[in-house]
């Protein structure tokens, strides 16, 4: 696995402050760490200054951010250390991790309603998240009122001659890719089913908690939920339940659970992601799970297809100029103001996704906008089944048949035969698809067909 270093540098640790002896009220400041606003590049921006409108279960909610930022539950002895993103959309405050094992991703959206203070601004950083932090945060009170500082203000930045906290850690290529997988996979999922306060909390408590258990299935009844382990006919897949242990922190204030999963249909065939998401005062926090616990969202192979297009990169360099921090990005719009086509402009949204730009939001069934530190073509560069299909391509392995529905792929001394059926779905003869259907993206052999196709269709 490609691993670089990412270094973190705070101008101060994050903590939770006062009260004063006046009795000014308690402040948490979050300090941040180099990103991106509306006017470039900026060492450590600020973003928010106001009140929390419900200071404990936000308190809590960040915790849970950060408990997953601090995760394995996929190999747990490996050691696991990222500092949450947050990305400020002008309207809200979004706070984003990765699990160590990229098997589960975390959102807390703070929204307009839980926020009392100044304008929010745009952009995208990290922040900085420490044991007396956390630990600070477990004593929130909730008679007390607590004012939020997401950066510093001008005043301290003049004040500090350079960073006084600094952090270097291991980024896995695959936490990146698990950014672009995730909203790919989230754009397909449905409302599935949605619990009042009560039922979500009796129904979240009932999930094992330690080991690893099996994949397993939940099916609406009525105002709850009820675990089977058999996928049946609307059922949404519940793989690895442990895996929800961080929602624990925020039971007690919970408003509602919903349940997000795949189209519904007849009985699922494989295990599939799903998203569970707690309805708090003036927030939500979603908790989205790959397929099992063994599987990191980087590996799903969700992007592939748009990213093999031979047009993609020029339209999504188009349509990364019209994008601003939008909390909710309508297709529609950006088609119209690019003069692209729909399906054009969402291959080219899939892109941007890879290099961590583009979010997707269940709850609104919209994507979003963030901007991280890295380059649009690196996950790409860096997929194996991507770079294999380029050598196909490149080889001239690929031979389209003539009734165009069919291709063969040569490797060495083996034929693999790739079809597209009248509905566009695609399959192959290769091993790879026998093993997954088609259930973790497209195999190389299909991905270098579509390439040669597109690039016919393209000089045609």
């Known amino acids: 696995m490609t691993q670089s270093a990412h270094a973190y540098a705070y101008l101060r640790p994050s903590a939770v402050l006062g009260p004063d002896a006046a009795g000014a009220a308690r402040r948490l400041d979050l300090a941040t760490s180099g990103g991106a606003t509306p006017l470039g590049e900026a060492a450590n921006p600020r973003f928010f200054a106001g009140f929390l409108a419900d200071p404990v279960p936000a308190a809590a909610?960040?915790?849970?951010?950060?408990?997953?930022?601090?995760?394995?539950?996929?190999?747990?002895?490996?050691?696991?250390?990222?500092?949450?993103?947050?990305?400020?959309?002008?309207?809200?405050?979004?706070?984003?991790?990765?699990?160590?094992?990229?098997g589960v991703y975390a959102r807390l959206d703070v929204l307009e309603a839980g926020l009392d203070g100044d304008d929010i601004g745009h952009g995208t950083t990290n922040v900085d998240v420490n044991n007396p932090l956390r630990e600070a945060l477990t004593r929130i009170g909730p008679a007390e009122p607590l004012h939020l500082a997401v950066g510093p203000d001008a005043l301290e930045v003049t004040t500090f001659d350079g960073p006084v906290v600094e952090k270097k850690v291991p980024l896995p290529e695959r936490w990146l890719r698990g950014f672009a997988e995730t909203q790919v996979t989230a754009a397909g999922f449905d409302l599935r089913a949605e619990l009042p306060a009560a039922e979500a909390v009796r129904f979240l408590r009932s999930l094992p908690r330690g080991g690893r258990s099996s994949v397993g299935w939940v099916v609406p009844a009525g105002r709850t939920l009820r675990p089977t382990t058999r996928p049946a006919p609307g059922a949404v897949c519940l793989p690895g339940p442990e895996r929800l242990v961080a929602l624990g922190r925020v039971l007690r204030h919970a408003l509602a659970l919903r349940v997000y999963g795949p189209v519904a249909g007849a009985a699922p065939a494989a295990p599939a992601a799903s998203a569970w998401e707690v309805v708090l005062p003036g927030m939500r926090l979603t908790l989205t799970l790959s397929p099992d616990a063994s599987r990191g969202f980087s590996g799903e192979g969700g992007v592939l297809g748009a990213l093999a297009t031979g047009t993609v990169e020029r339209d999504a360099e188009l349509v990364s100029v019209l994008l601003a921090w939008e909390p909710r990005i309508e297709v529609a719009d950006l088609a119209e103001q690019s003069g692209l086509t729909p399906e054009r402009v969402r291959a080219a949204l899939t892109r941007l996704g890879t290099a961590g730009q583009i979010g997707y939001d269940t709850a609104e069934a919209a994507?979003?906008?963030?901007?991280?530190?890295?380059?649009?073509g690196r996950a790409e560069a860096?997929?194996?089944?991507?770079?294999?299909?380029?050598?196909?391509?490149?080889?001239?392995?690929?031979?389209?048949?003539?009734?165009?529905?069919?291709?063969?792929?040569?490797?060495?001394?083996?034929?693999?035969?790739?079809?597209?059926?009248?509905?566009?779905?695609?399959?192959?003869?290769?091993?790879?698809?026998?093993?997954?259907?088609?259930?973790?993206?497209?195999?190389?052999?299909?991905?270098a067909v579509g390439i040669v196709r597109d690039g016919k269709e393209a000089g045609a």
């Open 382 to 447: 860096a997929n194996p089944r991507l770079r294999a299909a380029r050598a196909l391509v490149a080889a001239g392995a690929v031979r389209l048949e003539e009734r165009g529905a069919t291709a063969v792929v040569t490797v060495d001394d083996h034929v693999q035969r790739v079809r597209t059926d009248e509905a566009g779905r695609v399959s192959c003869t290769c091993p790879w698809w026998a093993k997954y259907r088609g259930g973790r993206g497209p195999c190389k052999h299909a991905l």
């Open 61 to 102: 909610a960040l915790l849970a951010v950060a408990d997953v930022a601090a995760a394995r539950y996929y190999q747990p002895r490996l050691r696991a250390s990222l500092d949450p993103v947050v990305t400020a959309n002008g309207d809200r405050l979004r706070f984003e991790s990765f699990s160590g094992c990229c």
């Open 367 to 376: 994507h979003f906008h963030r901007q991280l530190p890295y380059d649009a």
